[in-house]
């Protein structure tokens, strides 16, 4: 079952703090986040493991609940290369392989 | 290393037509994807493969079909394309941990 994602968009200044939420309704193993830039395809940013393991992005962090099912984005003093839509991506306990995507959060800094 | 590469870039098919998504990725990578992408929609789940011989449906396989006979490739067949195929489509493939996405193809069926 896809994810949620909030918010659906955010509109930033240069410096300030942003958060995207994702949400599932199903017990995960994994939460990947993505950032995909208009016309270009997604580039991987972070993976965060059920257990509390995370690899991915020095700049940008991440948390993960998994009693609660929901992982949530932190970008902090953001950039303008950060403008772009992020997808999180779930992967279920039963470890199937399958990566399901939310519908994204569109994300723009302005200067 | 040209990781995952996707052709053609750019496709128009009339009604009833069929045609074949190629994808390949010299990584080296048993795990591999396709996604189909619609404005606002985010990315849905065509068809993956685990390795060479093995593939399973995703979120929505209607339309389309797929084979894995190398490691190296995975091409997607629709066989008969209708209006709601129109999309742009992105292969990708997962090593240990990421999934790297090829460049997209973008698909007009009219």
């Known amino acids: 079952q896809q994810p949620v994602q909030s918010p659906q968009a955010v509109i930033l200044r240069e410096g300030e703090d942003a958060v995207i939420n994702c949400s599932s309704s199903k017990a995960l193993y994994s939460v990947h986040w993505y950032r995909q830039k208009h016309g270009e395809a997604p580039i991987f940013l972070m993976i965060?493991?059920?257990?509390?393991e995370q690899k991915g992005h020095d700049k940008i962090s991440a948390s993960f609940n998994e009693k609660k099912q929901q992982s949530s984005l932190y970008l902090t003093a953001s950039q303008l290369s950060y403008s772009g839509t992020y997808f999180c991506g779930t992967e279920s306990p039963h470890r199937d392989d399958k990566i399901i995507f939310g519908k994204g959060t569109r994300l723009h800094i302005l200067p | 290393n040209a990781g995952v590469t996707q052709t053609p870039k750019f496709r128009i098919l009339k009604i009833g037509q069929s045609m074949t998504l190629q994808c390949a990725q010299d990584?080296?990578?048993?795990?591999m994807y396709w996604y189909r992408q619609d404005p606002g929609m985010g990315l849905k789940l065509i068809y993956y493969s685990v390795g060479a011989g093995i593939t399973d449906k995703g979120e929505v396989p209607n339309g389309y079909n797929v084979s894995r006979s190398t490691t190296e490739d995975f091409p997607l067949r629709l066989e008969l394309a209708a209006p709601s195929q129109t999309s742009v489509y992105f292969c990708?493939?997962?090593?240990?941990?990421?999934?790297?996405f090829g460049p997209g193809t973008r698909l007009l069926v009219l």
């Open positions: 990584m080296n990578h048993n795990y």
């Open positions: 990708a493939s997962k090593g240990e941990v990421a999934q790297y």
């Open positions: 965060l493991l059920k257990g509390g």
